[in-house]
């Protein structure tokens, strides 16, 4: 186990590096930051790599085997009313617990921060119970997508517009680093156990519905809640510190708090498996012991990536976004967007969670490379299209509706494995970074050209989650195509070796039939 948290540092190590460097070039050019918001981001970043290494290893070996001894139960049981209730408590308990969509609550204002995260939540519950459905009627992924999203895009037409950003980038917070390992493993544990042809398709999905229900529960918030309510919207800034040991009461300071919200998150979820442990699994001790070190590591990695992000990658994203917003060639920053886009998303816990689960379930025909480029490419291009429409207040219905309306296109020409880790892409890319570096980043820019943070800043988690689902599509359509040229060229070698055979059986016939003219010929002149 030590042997591979080393590897997951390291892996963590290269995904937060680029962006440490971009970070670090703009504040020795054009982005000079004060003393403590450097400080802080360099001891963030550290916090990141290690953290990240914790997690990923602790989400290894806890948060998927309990998902998936839970799912495979849930599914041998046999008992529908179990799933659905288990399933829906499940989900809304682990949304709930998402860091992401506490910071993104936060921010947010009119709507108490309680009432939003538990609309989410039981938005959440709700869908992963119809994923897990999906599963076990055989239930068509793409036609289910394009049924919901015209459902989302009806209810879009009643909803305010200051409310509409907010809505998707509440679809795009809640599969973070805490719900994506356990809701995965739960749907793999399902599809195992059903045992269809298919399972490797249905062991994915899950996350693209459960995306669904907080785009909807918040559009309905959005139709009741009076938006002349809304209060201007600053992003959080760190306290200023003039030395280093200024800067690490910053985080000694900030530790417990994040501390207490992760253990929080996770009590939940470990006594909801302590019981289920009880009562049905009845896993050995040894396994037992594996999955409690796999929880402390998850949570010791959550307490040090939380820790980093908010007090040394928020105030940091807000500063850089405010400075180049407010220069004469603020242009710039949709360049400098795109390459941190670029780079920011192999800084995503989730991300390295799903990549791995896809490389493994799809036997290397997805490998994790593949899966990065086309997040990388996809969320570079989405945050320069976001600050476009930040420098030129553009509404965001003229990315969402064309961006979707292509991705369900394509869902009718791409194998169904795609399908499903696309939409899955769609809320793993849009993450913790996203919301405490690359939102915080956008209202800094707001701010600074004068726009409206809720109508221009927010809606850039939406567009990160919206890119991969084109990007991840394309990829599958050129593996389709890819397969098919394979095929027919195969088809071209058999028929030039049947059509060889062919021609050599002739001639062996005609052999055959010469040898017995000759011999014919040969009695003839005998008598």
Not at 4 to 11: S, W
Not at 286 to 295: D, F, L, P
Not at 312 to 332: R, T, V
Not at 470 to 484: A, E, P, S
Request: with cysteine.
């Amino acid at each position: 186990m030590n042997r591979k948290l080393i590897l997951q540092t390291k892996e963590a190590l290269t995904s937060v590096l680029p962006i440490t460097i971009i970070v670090f070039l703009l504040d020795f050019t054009i982005v000079p930051m004060p003393f403590h918001i450097r400080s802080s981001f360099l001891i963030g970043s550290l916090l990141l790599i290690v953290g990240m290494g914790l997690f990923t290893q602790g989400a290894e070996v806890a948060m998927m085997p309990m998902g998936e001894h839970m799912g495979a139960q849930l599914t041998k049981s046999r008992k529908l009313v179990l799933l659905i209730g288990v399933s829906l408590v499940m989900g809304t308990i682990v949304t709930m617990a998402e860091p992401d969509l506490q910071v993104l609550a936060g921010q947010v204002p009119a709507i108490p921060k309680m009432t939003l995260v538990v609309s989410v939540s039981i938005g959440v519950g709700l869908f992963l119970v119809i994923s897990l459905l999906r599963i076990l009627f055989q239930w068509k992924l793409s036609y289910l997508l394009v049924l919901l999203y015209l459902i989302i895009f009806t209810i879009g037409a009643f909803t305010s517009e200051t409310y509409l950003a907010v809505a998707f980038d509440a679809g795009g917070v809640t599969t973070g680093p805490i719900t994506v390992p356990f809701i995965l493993a739960l749907g793999i544990g399902v599809s195992a156990v059903r045992g269809s042809k298919s399972s490797h398709d249905d062991s994915f999905g899950l996350l693209a519905l459960c995306s669904v229900g907080p785009v909807i529960s918040v559009m309905i918030m959005g139709i009741f809640f009076d938006s002349s309510r809304l209060g201007s919207v600053t992003p959080a800034e760190t306290k200023n510190a003039e030395t280093l040991a200024e800067v690490f009461q910053l985080f000694q300071e900030g530790f417990p708090v994040y501390a207490r919200e992760v253990l929080l998150s996770l009590l939940p979820i470990v006594l909801f498996f302590v019981v289920f442990q009880l009562i049905y699994l009845k896993l050995p001790k040894s396994q037992m012991i594996k999955i409690a070190v796999g929880i402390i590591y998850t949570s010791t990695g959550l307490i040090l990536f939380l820790t980093g992000v908010n007090i040394g990658f928020l105030p940091a994203g807000a500063f850089i976004g405010e400075h180049l917003g407010g220069i004469s060639y603020n242009w710039i920053l949709i360049p400098l967007g795109m390459v941190v886009g670029y780079f920011i998303v192999a800084a995503e816990p989730a991300v390295h969670v799903l990549n791995d689960q896809v490389e493994e379930i799809t036997g290397g025909a997805v490998s994790k490379n593949a899966m990065m480029w086309s997040l990388s490419i996809g969320v570079s291009l989405s945050i320069g299209l976001s600050l476009i429409r930040v420098i030129y207040s553009l509404s965001i219905w003229y990315f969402l509706l064309p961006g979707y309306l292509i991705a369900l296109i394509l869902t009718f020409f791409v194998p169904n494995i795609f399908i499903a880790v696309a939409f899955d892409s769609g809320g793993v890319a849009s993450g913790t970074m996203t919301a405490t570096f690359l939102l915080p980043f956008a209202m800094g820019a707001t701010i600074a050209v004068g726009g409206n943070v809720l109508m221009d800043a927010f809606g850039i988690i939406a567009m990160v989650a919206m890119a991969p689902l084109v990007t991840i599509q394309v990829m599958g359509l050129i593996y389709k195509i890819k397969i098919r040229n394979t095929e027919e060229e195969e088809e071209d070698v058999i028929d030039e070796i049947a059509e060889e055979l062919d021609q050599e059986d002739a001639a062996c016939e005609n052999d055959d039939l010469l040898e017995k003219v000759a011999e014919d010929n040969e009695y003839v002149d005998l008598e």
